[in-house]
């Protein structure tokens, strides 16, 4: 997104994170924002004021209170600069400060930016301490006042933290705090028909245990199917994202569910039937699981093996055969021949209204690969053959085929 003539309120607290904000602010400069940075007191002790008024080009604001040496004409900046800004972003922020904006204090200029941000306009919050802190009563209990307020709050990572310990905690890299800031803007300002929309995606693969070591699984890296909770989230959609096991990332602004056999996700998928206004399918769910899991680990006694399999429920199936006429079904076909042909009998067979066919060869097209080729065929309309694109790509055409089928209704 282009973030040309945003006003952007960095708030920087007293975290160890705060060594990264810099970075966050020349990030954003490039991308045209206007920056404007409210530091604590505590702050000053992780990061310079001088190093971010260089990248940020602009005063850094602490005090609500101006310097003596302006003569008072600058008394009015602590109401002023919460008006001025598009959004407010506080990264990191602290116990301290989640505790003093719940509960409405007032006493320097990343508190009162905080009171006087115009409404609508998306504050977000990235807290950042030791992973015993971030959980105690306490500090979840001021998380759960900003949020009832409207505040954004992203969850801190897993990893290592200043402590030495591992545990929840970190503050997102910038470049994930820039795509959190993206979505933000950009779900206040889109005209799409998705733009508040329930939508559910399906992603990834599932696993089928065998025994407690072993499983059946495909090679499906859930890269399509992130790619386009994204997309659906970067148009203002409500995006619940039900993934099995795969190593990415959330996208910025998508709840989402971690699954690992068909049957979990069937399951997780099954709470959003009835109110979900759109349904995306992109998963690889195994088709079959044995029919008994064997507990402990199978040993490698005989020659041969033989297991009985049975089918896995048909999750989009499912949903397509229950919708009202409101709902939107969509689904993936990996096909190798009579692509078309097959891609159309499984759209009447599951009640879709609209079918992306590809393939996969894991090398430009399907699994594991960057790229996809797809052919999205409405219910009722032509094939429409798109060119090898990036997933990112082919997601954002996926979902303007949906809003066109949404116009039309």
Not at 210 to 224: A, E, P, Q, T, W
Request: aromatic share 6%; proline share 6%; with cysteine.
């Amino acid at each position: 997104m282009d973030l040309t003539g945003k006003n952007i309120i960095i708030g920087i607290c007293g975290g160890i994170a705060a060594y990264k904000t810099p970075h966050l602010v020349r990030l954003l400069k490039k991308k045209g924002a206007n920056v404007r940075v409210a530091l604590t007191d505590a702050g000053t002790r992780f990061v310079s004021e001088l190093s971010l008024a260089t990248v940020s080009q602009g005063p850094v604001y602490r005090s609500i209170f101006p310097p003596t040496d302006t003569h008072g004409t600058d008394f009015t900046t602590h109401i002023s600069l919460g008006e001025w800004a598009d959004a407010l972003v506080i990264a990191p922020a602290t116990a301290n400060t989640l505790a003093r904006l719940a509960a409405g204090l007032c006493d320097d200029m990343l508190a009162t930016c905080f009171l006087t941000l115009r409404p609508g306009k998306p504050v977000l919050i990235f807290p950042a301490m030791d992973g015993q802190m971030y959980l105690s009563h306490s500090v979840q209990r001021n998380i759960a006042t900003l949020k009832s307020q409207g505040a954004v709050i992203i969850e801190p990572e897993s990893g290592e933290l200043a402590s030495g310990q591992c545990g929840t905690g970190r503050m997102p890299e910038p470049e994930a705090i820039v795509e959190h800031i993206e979505t933000a803007l950009l779900s206040l300002v889109h005209s799409s028909p998705l733009h508040g929309k329930s939508i559910v995606v399906t992603a990834g693969p599932t696993r089928e245990k065998i025994d407690d070591v072993r499983f059946l699984s495909n090679y499906s890296s859930g890269k399509m199917g992130f790619a386009i909770a994204k997309a659906a989230g970067m148009r203002g959609a409500r995006v619940t994202l039900i993934s099995g096991p795969v190593g990415l990332a959330t996208p910025p602004g998508v709840e989402r569910i971690d699954v690992e056999s068909a049957a979990e996700m069937r399951d997780a998928a099954g709470n959003f039937f009835p109110s979900c206004d759109i349904f995306i399918g992109a998963a690889a769910v195994a088709d079959y699981r044995p029919a008994a899991v064997i507990r402990g680990k199978l040993k490698k006694n005989d020659p041969e093996l033989q297991f009985t399999l049975v089918k896995n429920p048909d999750i989009l199936g499912d949903f397509g055969q229950q919708k009202n006429p409101v709902q939107l079904a969509v689904g993936f076909a990996l096909e190798q021949e009579n692509g078309i042909d097959n891609a159309r009998k499984k759209l009447e067979e599951k009640n879709l209204d609209l079918i992306a066919l590809n393939f996969s060869d894991r090398r430009t097209s399907g699994f594991e690969v960057d790229t996809n080729m797809l052919t999205l065929i409405k219910r009722g309309g032509p094939a429409t053959e798109l060119p090898m694109l990036s997933k990112e790509e082919a997601a954002r055409k996926l979902l303007d085929t949906i809003e066109n089928i949404c116009r039309q209704r």
